[in-house]
């Protein structure tokens, strides 16, 4: 994995925790604004925020998949789970995984362990 492969992930990984924090804030506001009269609507302030997290998680997620040449199974699945409540953490758990993989593979080349 080269380099700018491996920041585009980071970016991704990094963006990935706050947006799904911000979508799962965002609904519960939603609700609680529906549901109980408390006359206090952070929902202005939250959609917002959400907005400009999930619009940079598309960017990053485009950059990555460009980058590291997902296939489009894969690409469709981490887009999909920044849909879902607590996809994003579960995206940044596989980023992690998959990043520590790329390190793990490249020092067996470079020790010759492996020779791929």
Do not use: Q
């Amino acid at each position: 994995m080269d380099l700018k492969t491996a920041s585009a992930i980071r970016r991704l990984r990094l963006i990935s925790v706050p947006e799904g924090i911000s979508w799962i804030v965002l609904a519960t506001c939603t609700v609680i604004k529906y549901t109980v009269d408390s006359g206090v609507n952070v929902a202005p302030v939250l959609g917002p925020i959400h907005g400009v997290l999930f619009i940079l998680y598309v960017i990053f997620w485009a950059d990555a998949w460009n980058r590291a040449k997902w296939n489009k199974g894969k690409a469709a699945l981490y887009f999909a789970y920044s849909i879902i409540p607590f996809g994003g953490f579960i995206i940044e758990r596989a980023l992690r995984r998959e990043a520590e993989d790329a390190v793990i593979a490249a020092r067996a080349r470079k020790e010759g362990i492996v020779n791929a």
